[in-house]
T-cell receptor, first 115, second 112 residues
Framework: EAGVTQFPSHSVIEKGQTVTLRCDPI?????LYWYRRVMGKEIKFLLH????????ESGMPNNRFLAERTGGTYSTLKVQPAELEDSGVYFC?????????????FGNGTRLTVT | AQSVTQLGSHVSVSEGALVLLRCNYS??????LFWYVQYPNQGLQLLLK??????LVKGINGFEAEFKKSETSFHLTKPSAHMSDAAEYFC??????????FGAGTRLFVKA
């Protein structure tokens, strides 16, 4: 089966610009998660979709971040306007169900650099 | 609140030597524990997981981890390191709800 795919793999933008990250989960996985890792620190939860609904967005840093999952398939994460502290690696993950013992399947991440 | 602490951001071993990566967790309820590995330019892959039952869990590539409730630990070991084990390793805890909590990661270097 195809894995979780993320696009782009790298993005370099200037402060104040807008960037949109895309994630295609494994087919049939209703649960989709966004995580972020900033400069060698821990990987932090951003939000969780179940199909097209936001189940938990408590990790979203502020209202400059907007995540969508139209039709319950792929998801986008938009940062507008980007700030320097938004730099990091953004990971998307999916799982077939949200049970606590279900592992996450990760994409390769998008490395975002804001200059 | 749940948390995960990985002792040592970098660990270096010689090829053939024992690998020991330490992980301690904090949880108010019985946790589900995971180890993930990230190779360069790749996403995280599941190495092994503990849910219930046997406390010694075997994973891929010869790795294993032991859940010790009394010590709130879930250390990852491999008897003999191989060059291909060089990667970053993440310990994670999931205690229900929808969040997996990750440690800061330990980068493993393997010397020839």
């Amino acid at each position: 089966e195809a894995g979780v795919t993320q696009f782009p793999s790298h993005s370099v933008i200037e402060k104040g610009q807008t960037v949109t990250l895309r994630c295609d989960p494994i087919s049939g996985h209703d649960n989709l998660y966004w995580y972020r890792r900033v400069m060698g620190k821990e990987i932090k939860f951003l939000l969780h979709f179940v199909k097209e609904s936001k189940q938990d967005e408590s990790g979203m840093p502020n209202n400059r971040f907007l995540a969508e999952r139209t039709g319950g398939t792929y998801s986008t994460l938009k940062v507008q306007p980007a700030e320097l502290e938004d730099s990091g690696v953004y990971f998307c993950a999916s799982s077939q169900d949200a049970r606590a013992n279900s592992p996450l399947h990760f994409g390769n991440g998008t490395r975002l650099t804001v200059t | 609140a749940q948390s995960v602490t990985q002792l040592g951001s970098h660990v270096s071993v010689s090829e053939g030597a024992l690998v020991l990566l330490r992980c301690n967790y904090s949880s108010s309820v019985p946790p589900y524990l995971f180890w993930y590995v990230q190779y360069p330019n790749q996403g995280l892959q599941l190495l092994l997981k503990y849910t219930t039952g046997a406390t010694l869990v075997k994973g891929i590539n010869g790795f294993e981890a032991e859940f010790k409730k009394s010590e709130t630990s879930f250390h990852l070991t491999k008897p003999s390191a191989h060059m291909s084990d060089a990667a970053e390793y993440f310990c994670a805890v999931h205690t229900g709800g929808f969040k997996t909590i990750f440690g800061a990661g330990t980068r493993l270097f393997v010397k020839a």
